[in-house]
């Protein structure tokens, strides 16, 4: 790479996690636990999965789940996270640029917890693939920051990162194709990858595609 090259997303993330021992909790999301835990398990997908708490928290209800996200380091801890709590064998872990691609085929779940990137990232293009690959009778959950956290780096101060009901909008889940079952804002108090504490509001939708 040329020193005036800006890394590419595989790069500026294999850096980041490589500079952290564990960077995120390793607890799921609160937001897909409470809207989850009620839907009988089937497929899975989550997008930008990271250290793969989420995931693994989908599989030990019984899910199978896979796991995509661009950092193949932070795929090596999920797999081995996953090791660890006995769901080896109902997760899949893809190395893969939701830039350059979208799932192949449908699920029961298609879930995105905070992707979000310091670089760029074309985050309503990879939502926009996330509807198609939501089966019918599926659910799609999005989780997302309104604004970006204290301790995020970024390129640009003009990123627009939408409310949920922006978000339901920009995605056309206002047709007769779905069913928005939760559209919220929410605080919470959250800490950064050095202990930073913050609160922070997040947007939470989720939607599920009408038909059987
Ligand atoms: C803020 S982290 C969230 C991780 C996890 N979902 C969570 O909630 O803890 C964003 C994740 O998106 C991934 N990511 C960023 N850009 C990506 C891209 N273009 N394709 C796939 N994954 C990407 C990063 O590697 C990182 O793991």
Not at 27 to 42: C, D, F, H, Q, T
Not at 97 to 124: G, K, M, N
Not at 191 to 199: D, F, L, S
Request: charged share 25%.
């Amino acid at each position: 790479m040329d020193i005036h090259d800006k890394p590419g997303p595989s790069e500026f993330w294999d850096g980041f996690y490589r500079e952290r021992q564990r960077v995120w909790s390793g607890k799921p999301n609160a937001a897909l636990v409470r809207e989850v835990s009620m839907i009988a398990p089937g497929r899975a997908i989550d997008l930008g999965c990271g250290e793969g708490a989420d995931a693994i928290w989908l599989a030990e209800r019984g899910w199978t789940v896979t796991g995509v996200d661009v950092s193949a380091v932070a795929l090596g801890r999920a797999a081995e996270h996953a090791r660890d709590a006995g769901v080896e064998d109902r997760t899949t872990w893809l190395a893969r640029d939701l830039a350059q691609w979208e799932p192949e085929e449908t699920y029961d779940l298609v879930t995105a917890s905070f992707l979000h990137s310091p670089i760029d990232i074309p985050r309503e293009t990879i939502l926009l693939a996330a509807t198609r690959a939501v089966a019918p009778g599926g659910t799609l959950f999005v989780v997302g920051h309104t604004a970006f956290p204290p301790w995020g780096r970024h390129d640009h101060d003009d990123v627009h990162m939408p409310s949920a009901d922006e978000l339901a909008s920009a995605l056309g889940l206002r047709t007769g194709e779905w069913e928005i079952e939760t559209s919220a804002s929410e605080d919470r108090e959250a800490t950064g990858p050095e202990g930073q504490k913050a609160v922070l509001t997040d947007a939470v939708l989720k939607a599920r595609r009408l038909g059987s």
